[in-house]
């Protein structure tokens, strides 16, 4: 593997292809050669990076010739077509879709978390490695060192998920129909089928037989796969709500052994990706425009659940994280910065 990897970014003209080029520059990646990828409708188009000029080209099946590192983040169909080849071809492929998230041999890595999991595989030498779903990511840098502390038994999470979740797309959609509201007109509604600018409503992913959307259901399914635990008791419910960029998320966790949220509190501020905000007096806590550009997950409120009983194994707290960094561009470039 060369020192200064050839690098291939899909999807970079997304919502997340441009923290890509973001992030790689500001933690100075190294990179000899770029390749940057999007659909037919963006082939030709320019995008700088440090000071370069640089073509976007379709992609297609040829790629990925001599490509060492591919980061994906074009969509589950695009993934699951076109990161095979691109393993095929040797390069090592981060995927931020779900595509590949269960599957077996798929490390899906959180790198403050089990960065362990994707001992074995090499830059420039094929293999896929999945980013977990953004929610999923912000929960588990703050819950994990809580859980290696006393354990996590049970855990109840509601988020609080913005426009950026769902791409560039629904940003746009989100500030028209600010506008259009404010002014008395009929919102457009395109990317989400209902009024979102003033409103709520749950996750618009699909919603299985046993009443739980998608977006809820990754958030089990990949704790356990992270944890390497599926016995650890998680329920999820996802909203969507009308901010532009940052999820936030409260979490109730029923612990295996007592743990004070003063002893939480000081356990999340040795952790690595981890900030704190939880200034009770002033009643200052984590919000979406605190962590928008950030790439700590902000935690606040911390506090015993009053619901507990007295072995003291409850604890709630608040937290927000940029979903577009450590949920997406920022993790899968920590991961592949473990490779270099
Ligand atoms: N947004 C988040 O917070 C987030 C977090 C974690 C994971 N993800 C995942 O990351 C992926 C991208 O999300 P996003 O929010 O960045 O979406 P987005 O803003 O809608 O961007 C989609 C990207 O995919 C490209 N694309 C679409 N069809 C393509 C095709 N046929 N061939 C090549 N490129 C194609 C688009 O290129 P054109 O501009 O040319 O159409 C664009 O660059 C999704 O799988 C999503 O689930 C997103």
Redesign the pocket.
């Known amino acids: 593997m060369p020192s200064t990897p050839h690098i291939a970014i899909?999807?970079?003209?997304?919502?997340?292809?441009?923290?890509f080029l973001r992030v790689l520059d500001q933690r100075d990646f190294p990179i000899g050669r770029l390749t940057l990828?999007?659909?037919?409708?963006?082939?030709g188009k320019k995008a700088t990076f440090r000071d370069q000029s640089y073509t976007?080209e379709?992609?297609t099946e040829d790629s990925f010739k001599n490509v060492d590192l591919a980061l994906?983040?074009?969509?589950?169909?695009?993934?699951r077509k076109?990161a095979p080849i691109a393993s095929d071809a040797g390069a090592t492929v981060v995927d931020?879709?779900?595509?590949f998230r269960q599957t077996d041999g798929v490390p899906l890595i959180v790198p403050e978390v089990n960065a362990d999991a994707m001992n074995g595989i090499s830059l420039g030498k094929g293999g896929i490695i999945a980013?977990p779903?953004?929610s999923t990511?912000i929960m588990l840098v703050p819950v994990t060192p809580l859980h290696r502390a006393a354990g996590v038994e049970r855990m109840v999470v509601s988020t609080y998920q913005?426009a950026?979740?769902?791409?560039?797309?629904?940003?746009l959609e989100l500030e028209q129909q600010t506008r259009e509201v404010l002014d008395d007109q009929p919102p457009t509604c395109e990317v989400f089928d209902r009024q979102y600018a003033f409103n709520l409503f749950s996750h618009n992913s699909d919603i299985g037989d046993d009443g739980y959307n998608t977006e809820e259901t990754k958030m089990v399914r990949e704790t356990h796969k992270i944890w390497g635990d599926p016995n650890v008791g998680i329920t999820a419910t996802c909203v969507r709500v009308p901010v532009m960029r940052a999820?936030a998320e409260s979490i109730n966790l029923q612990l295996n052994s007592p743990l004070t949220a003063d002893e939480a509190r000081d356990i999340l501020a040795a952790a690595p990706g981890v900030g704190i905000i939880d200034d009770r007096p002033n009643n200052r806590f984590p919000t979406p425009l605190d962590a928008s550009g950030q790439d700590d997950v902000l935690v606040g409120r911390l506090r015993n659940d009053v619901s507990r009983g007295d072995d003291g194994r409850g604890i709630d707290m608040f937290v927000c994280g940029d979903?577009?960094l450590k949920?997406?561009a920022l993790n899968a470039v920590q991961i592949a910065e473990k490779l270099l």
Do not use: D, K, W, Y
């Open positions: 899909i999807g970079v003209t997304g919502a997340v292809g441009q923290e990828l999007a659909s037919a409708r963006s082939a976007i379709q992609l994906f983040s074009a969509g589950g169909s695009i993934s076109f931020n879709s779900s595509a980013n779903n953004c990511i913005a950026s979740g769902a791409g560039q797309a629904a940003m999820h979903q577009l949920g997406a």
